[in-house]
């Protein structure tokens, strides 16, 4: 595909639209928006725009599909695979304007809300009226909404309540060629010809660009208690979870974590954890709902399992500043895992029972291949995400024989019946490696649906399908 450079006639029209304030092309701006969380990968634009509202991006859209330029669309930049990157250059379209709240229907459980709105100010906002929004990312301080439905997010809270494709109802969305449609009804169900709003969950802004998105909300549970258990073996602890759910415990979170990754955190935080040498992994387990007895019953049941498998030790966090403490530590993991380091972080995930398996086989490969990593994640839901650290390893080592690390990782994940992304998406970094999942007839109906959107391929051309 050939894309045409922003020409001065294309910069007036962007400014006659939206203003000259939110048209900006000057180095540092650019700079910003060359790249987000993904490794150390950096692809300048050739403009950023910030509409204000669906016309505007329908306008934009139009004139860029007319004139065959790229359109690269972009929420808060806190991605891991490369999906806000623009790589043919181009334009970036900014949604930070649409940051709305725009209702709160208590009576239908339901809220809509523009992309921009950041998750965590969207969870206060229910929880003030009784209601919860359950999807949780480590960034959920800083990530958009529209973010979270381009990557169908997850988070630890996923075990329980499911991820982010759970609770949308309903979407408004641009489509590459200017029109603006919903997807579907502000219904709890909907049987009504192909569901287009499941099919733009994840699609990663690739069919279409989301302005509005109706959210499901259920009932806020107001009680909680956090426990944090170590074990003498990774193994142990993975297999840990299908024990208690065989028990009888329903977590809320249940989160797999190496005691170097909580070494990590703790140092970037100033947070002390002491961790006994013989300590080789953490298992973080919440229990939730809005009756304390039922709870407390629960937790006994957990902590019988946890010692029938020879846990170390339980920490119980009773006060809402131990229960922050535990969760900043487990928060900032990521954060921590890059601080002064180049990465690649896979977000691999299988059927719950074979994660002992995959954390086995993730560090047998590891080994093999003289790397450093630092494993952490969902551990209820089979999703362990994988950090590879370059360390000092040569630059041809690490782009050329880690990728051969990442495919046998992923290898792994396919004969275990996983695949190689459970809630970060494909984006750029793993679009090489679709292939081992999915099959030539499943990617040439990607490519297909893809063009119905959009014939000219100009909304963040080349993510997710292989060339």
Known sequence: MTYHKIQTSDIDFFVQLLGQDYVLYDAETLAVFSKDHTEDL????????????????????????????????????????????????????????????????????????????????????????????????????SCFIGGNVAHASGGPRALKYGT???????????????????????????????????????????????TKIVLKLIPYPTKNTLLLVSFYSPETACAAVSKLFIAGCNPSVCEFVEPDAFKLSSALTGLALHIPAEVEAFLLIEIDGNDSEQIAKEVDTLCTVLYELHCIDILLADTADQKEYFWKLRRTIGEATKKNNVYKEEDTVVPRAALPNLYRGVKEIAARYQLR?????????????????????????????????????????????????????IGLVQKEYMSIVMPQIQLELMRKIKLVFDPNSILNPGKIIPN
């Open 373 to 425: 990593t630092i494993c952490y994640g969902h551990a209820g839901d089979g999703n362990l995400h994988v950090n590879i650290l370059k360390d000092n390893l040569s630059d041809e080592y690490w782009n050329n024989e880690v990728k051969d690390a990442i495919r046998e990782i992923f290898f792994l994940c396919k004969k275990l019946n996983g695949t190689i992304s459970g809630e970060h998406g």
């Open 164 to 210: 982010t494709r759970d609770y949308i109802l309903n979407l408004e969305v641009v489509l590459p060629t200017g029109e603006i449609i919903w997807t579907g009804a502000n219904t709890l169900k909907y049987s009504t010809g192909y569901n287009l709003t499941h099919l733009m969950i994840g699609s990663e802004g690739t069919l279409g660009i989301v």
């Open 42 to 141: 950096i692809y300048s634009p050739e403009i950023v725009l910030f509409p204000a509202n669906n016309t505007e991006i329908s306008s934009i859209l139009i004139h860029c599909n007319e004139h065959h330029i790229p359109v690269t669309p972009r929420g808060a930049g806190t991605g891991l695979s490369g999906a806000a990157l623009p790589i043919y250059g181009g334009i970036v379209l900014s949604t930070k304007r649409l940051n709305q709240i725009i209702s709160i229907d208590e009576d239908n459980f339901q809220a809509i809300v523009e992309p921009a709105v950041i998750n965590e100010t969207l969870q206060q906002a229910v929880i003030e009226k009784g209601l919860f929004y359950p999807p949780d990312p480590a960034s959920k301080g």
